[in-house]
Nanobody
Framework: QVQLVEYGGGLVQAGDSLRLSCVAS????????MGWFRQTQGNEREFVAA????????NYADSVKGRFTISRDNAKNTVYLHMFSLKPEDTALYSC???????????????WGQGTQVTVSS
């Protein structure tokens, strides 16, 4: 049992930066791998980034590699997504999720936040 709430979305211009936060409540947060996914209306959820329980292992989608960085602070029950050089195609609802492994597939995660909207104008 874990509840996830995302913060930090907003409207920015292409080239801008943004930091998303996902705050978890629950006694076992540090044991979960965490992932970030994004979704536009009418499309499937797309993998963005993931991190294992300790923060040692990370995975990124090719589309964001080199521009986004995922990190976590287990003492604060928080996972972050630092986004740089944002592009219009990054526009989506960004959701964090908790699971057993930092996998690339949405079905591997079983707890989800409500999402925070990121809109990048051209």
């Amino acid at each position: 049992q874990v509840q996830l709430v995302e913060y930090g979305g907003g409207l920015v211009q292409a080239g801008d930066s943004l930091r998303l936060s996902c705050v978890a409540s629950g006694r076992t947060f540090s044991s979960y791998a965490m992932g970030w996914f994004r979704q536009t209306q009418g499309n499937e959820r797309e993998f963005v980034a993931a991190i294992n329980w300790s923060g040692f292992t990370t995975n990124y989608a090719d589309s964001v590699k080199g521009r986004f960085t995922i990190s976590r602070d287990n003492a604060k029950n928080t996972v972050y997504l630092h986004m740089f050089s944002l592009k219009p195609e990054d526009t989506a609802l960004y959701s964090c999720a908790a699971g057993g492994m930092p996998g690339l597939n949405a079905y591997e995660y079983h707890f989800w936040g409500q999402g925070t909207q990121v809109t990048v104008s051209s």
